[in-house]
């Protein structure tokens, strides 16, 4: 029983693959997907995908690397999207993200705060992307206090991921906790409380050990969660079922 909270296989990387892959879910013991928007084409087709089959949910959300340039009237979009289709349970992936250069941190920053407020308007939880940007991401969020917000593929430092459980956040964790150079996430793994953790793949990128360097898909979330449950001292089954719990309960999927 596994929910792999985020994954983009709205792609066309996936469009020879999609079916087979999703028929595989069973087997991988995969029940849940949510499939994260991030950009509005992206978002459209997630949300078709949701509809199709019972077990895959949708979020739409633009990301940041597409600041300065959506459509006018992109809001109206995604609030269409977001209330025609019950599968769309959140807002996301939506965030700041100062790796690459150059970068409009006033752009994203707009971006990212319009999708909050539409978050709010709608109820919806928000699914954040935060990379080099914790200090400005920090400073956004605080002014959402009233929305529920995840953290996903979390890079941050130990002190970060306890900053933001204390504002109510929870966090997400890729595979990249299963590589060889990460170590600081034993600490963080073993620091998060039970109820504020879930996992995803982020596919196609991040395929964790013993697949990394392939195309990554939802059948991997299994690695990802073993290698936690190792990590933690729990058994891998509890682990599956509570951390499906505590994403169903997030993105309210009963
Ligand atoms: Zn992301
Ligand atoms: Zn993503």
Known sequence: MLFDTHAHLDGEEFDESREEIIAK????GVSLMLNAGASLEGSINGAELAKKHGFIYASVGIHPEYAGNVPEDYLKTLKKLATENKK?????EIGLDYHYEPYDAA??????????ELARELKLPIIVHSRDAYA???EIIKQFPD???VIHCFSGNLENAKELVALGCYISFTGVITFKNAKKFVDILRFMPKD?????TDCPYLAPEPVRGTVNDPNNVR??????AETIGEDYESLAVRT???????????
């Open 223 to 228: 690695y990802i969660v073993r290698h936690a």
């Open 196 to 200: 504020r953790l879930f996992f995803e």
């Open 147 to 149: 929305l529920k917000k």
């Open 107 to 116: 752009a994203q920053k707009k971006l990212f705060k319009e999708q909050c």
């Open 88 to 92: 769309v349970v959140a807002i996301g």
């Open 136 to 138: 400005d991401t920090l």
């Open 244 to 254: 499906t719990e505590n994403a169903k309960e997030f993105f309210g999927i009963k």
């Open 25 to 28: 879910f069973r087997e991988s």
